[in-house]
């Protein structure tokens, strides 16, 4: 356990958590807030995880077996929120997208040479634009309501 400003923090395997229906992290029965990582068999890090009552919140990384950064995303609220990125094994950049409410804004891809080969901007008329519209005037009571509200159809 550790502790960032005035609150306590597990750290714990991500083989501890259990899965719910509501799609919710439970640790020990309760909904799980802290940090969840993954090592290799010989003890290097391979993935990290931050949850706040049992939803993804803030950062998660995963790093391939070579200690090479492979993704670094930001949830808010259980959705992918912020700019992520995702690298290739030899170091190059790969994607860089920023979503906001677990709606892609932009996305750009390169080739492991460094090429861009694809380039995407969300169009206002796009439906999911006023989706954002949408989900931006929304005042949520908790982060499992926004987590109900992406998982029904």
């Known amino acids: 356990m550790f502790v960032i400003g005035t609150g306590y923090f597990m750290r714990v395997s991500i083989s501890e ?27 290097q890090l391979l993935a990290e995880n ?3 009552d049992g939803v993804l919140q803030g950062i998660s990384r995963e790093w391939y ?15 992918l929120d912020g700019l992520c990125k ?7 950049l ?7 409410f ?3 804004i932009s996305k750009k891809q ?9 380039e995407y901007e ?3 008329i796009d439906a999911n634009f006023q989706l954002l519209k949408k989900l931006s005037k929304l005042k949520l009571a908790s982060n499992k309501d926004f987590i109900k509200l992406l998982t029904q159809g």
């Open 17 to 43: 958590l259990d899965y719910s229906d509501y799609h919710v992290y439970i640790y020990q029965g309760k909904d799980f807030t802290g940090i969840a990582y993954e090592n290799s068999n010989s003890g």
């Open 50 to 52: 931050s949850y706040v």
């Open 65 to 79: 077996e070579n200690g090479q950064l492979h993704y670094e995303y930001y949830y808010e609220s259980g959705a």
């Open 86 to 92: 995702e690298w290739y094994e030899s170091g190059q």
């Open 94 to 100: 790969k994607i860089e997208c920023l979503y906001k």
């Open 102 to 104: 677990g709606i892609i």
């Open 110 to 118: 390169w080739n492991e040479d460094g090429k861009l080969i694809e």
């Open 122 to 124: 969300l169009d206002e």
